[in-house]
């Protein structure tokens, strides 16, 4: 199964290491767990949208855009990443920004992504939450062209058969890495939001043959809504790939017990998780994804939901820069 006919240009740091966390392992007297370091993709600090925007913005350059529109919350990753391969290829990015979060602080609307993203000149418009961006998008992308430019429009999170590519690709990388490691790896987990990147992962794990279970954690939507989310872009990407078939409705596992409140609400449990990989591994999380997915997968190896298992993967997706935004909302 080869990527190499799909359009792609080089913006990540690949190979991402593959590492053991020997003292939370320790800690929590489970299995032994690995990190996989999308965090350190490169690009603006790094994260997992970086690989899907090595297939994505390759289409904006086959198309001749000049323009990105995309679209994200306040303290979207996706959008921080965006805007900056935008710079690194010479377009322009309009920015589409959800008020998701209820009552944010002034840090929370002023640091972090968002920061960065102006920093990256990218052009921003607010909206309320709710909006329908599919329609907001188009409506921008009219306005572009009518400017004289030409728009492409990325969907959120870069979540679509183009963008999950970028996971297919990861699910190889891993198995690769596992090959010459000697390493079986007995799960694998990873936070799941817009679906991009569990829906990859299982297409190329499947693809490759694969039968390392996947288990998604959810930062936003209910479990049959997320699960039916990444179905359905699974079954749309493996299509894409000439892999029809390849991925069932029983591969595709979301727990989303760990969201609390809400998108973007920090719980609890996030914040120790967010505070034991610092003090353990000397590793960042974020308060929105990867910590909440981490919060889950400690809870869920303490719970004895991994029994049997000798080595798990946890995929560090980044993030880390959406903790600025919450300073005064974690407790250290
Ligand atoms: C976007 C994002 C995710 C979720 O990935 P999806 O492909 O949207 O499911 C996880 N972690 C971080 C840090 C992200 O920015």
């Known amino acids: 199964m080869l990527l190499s006919r799909f359009p792609r240009i080089s913006l990540a740091h690949l190979p991402t290491a593959l590492e053991h966390m020997p003292r939370l392992s320790k800690h929590l007297g489970g299995p032994e767990i690995y990190v996989k370091r999308d965090d350190c993709t490169g690009l603006a600090t790094g994260g997992n949208k970086t690989r899907k925007l090595e297939f994505v913005m390759a289409e904006a350059l086959e198309h001749k855009s000049d323009t990105i529109v995309t679209v994200g919350a306040v303290q979207s990753n996706h959008v921080r990443q965006t805007a900056a391969a935008a710079c690194k290829l010479g377009l322009r990015c ?58 492409y ?7 679509d058969r183009v963008g999950a590519l970028g996971y297919v690709n990861c699910a190889m ?16 987990v990873t936070a799941t939001g817009s679906a991009g990147t569990q829906a990859g992962l299982i297409v190329g794990l499947k693809a490759m043959r694969s039968d390392m279970p996947l288990l998604g954690i959810g930062v936003n939507a209910p479990k049959d809504t ?24 029983d591969d595709i596992v979301a727990n989303c017990d760990y969201i609390g409140d809400g998108y973007g609400i920090p719980t609890k449990s996030m914040n120790d998780a967010v505070l034991l990989l610092a003090r353990l591994e000397g590793l960042l999380f974020d308060p929105v994804y990867s910590g909440k997915a981490l919060a889950g997968m400690i809870d869920l190896v303490t719970s004895g939901y991994f029994e049997g298992a000798k080595n798990i993967v946890f995929l560090h997706t980044g993030g880390s820069v959406a903790l600025f935004a919450y300073a005064d909302q974690l407790n250290t």
Do not use: W
């Open 94 to 151: 309009e920015v589409l920004l959800e008020l998701r979060v209820e009552n944010p602080t002034q840090t929370y609307s002023e640091s972090g992504n968002v920061f960065l993203d102006k920093l990256f000149g990218a052009n921003i418009r607010e909206y309320p939450a709710g909006t329908d961006f599919d329609k907001a998008m188009l409506k921008v992308a009219d306005e572009v062209k009518a400017g004289g430019g030409s728009p």
């Open 153 to 159: 429009i990325v969907p959120g999170g870069a979540s």
């Open 173 to 188: 990388e891993l198995l690769g890495q596992c090959n010459e490691q000697g390493l079986i790896m007995d799960h694998l």
């Open 226 to 249: 997320q699960e039916q989310r990444v179905y359905d872009l699974a079954c749309e990407t493996a299509d894409y790939i000439g892999q029809k078939g390849v991925v069932s409705r």
